[in-house]
């Protein structure tokens, strides 16, 4: 029951942060195409999508660390599900890819703030988020793929 409550949360977040991450690319790359200032929206929007990751990254460290029946005999024998696509997917690339996308967006962030400009604080965050928001969707699941999830988990 919390592991199913946990993956649907899971799953539904992942809509919150492509939405966030893409109002905060198209607000970053006007203001830095147009040299708008710098606004406290323009800072909350970013919160709001590293916040954002952040919560996905924790719920999925919950179901990765604690919850998740695949992960553990993934981990256990990493070496002989490394061949299996979908094994290595969950036990790997996936953790990676949507870390190394929060750090990207982190780091962008706080560049962002440290920026003396409204057009280099703008232009910093448009492509930390570009980068984050390009790591996050080669990172997702998608049902296309052998190892898919579907794009709305019911309950």
Known sequence: MIYSTVL???????????????????R???GWMQRRPWTAADRKLGAAFVGSLDLQLL???VLYVALSPVTPKSLA?????????????????HVFGMV???????????RAKRASD????HRRMAL???FALLIVLAAIPWPSLPHGRPLLRLP
């Open 8 to 26: 649907l949360l899971h799953s539904w977040l992942r809509w919150a942060v492509l939405l966030l991450g893409l109002a905060t690319l198209v």
């Open 28 to 30: 970053s790359a006007r």
């Open 59 to 61: 719920l999925g460290l």
């Open 77 to 93: 024998a990493l070496k002989a599900a490394m061949p299996i696509p979908a094994l290595r997917f969950f036990a790997v690339e």
């Open 100 to 110: 190394l996308a929060l750090v990207v967006a982190h780091i962008a962030s706080a």
């Open 118 to 121: 409204p057009t280099a604080r």
């Open 128 to 130: 930390g988020v570009l």
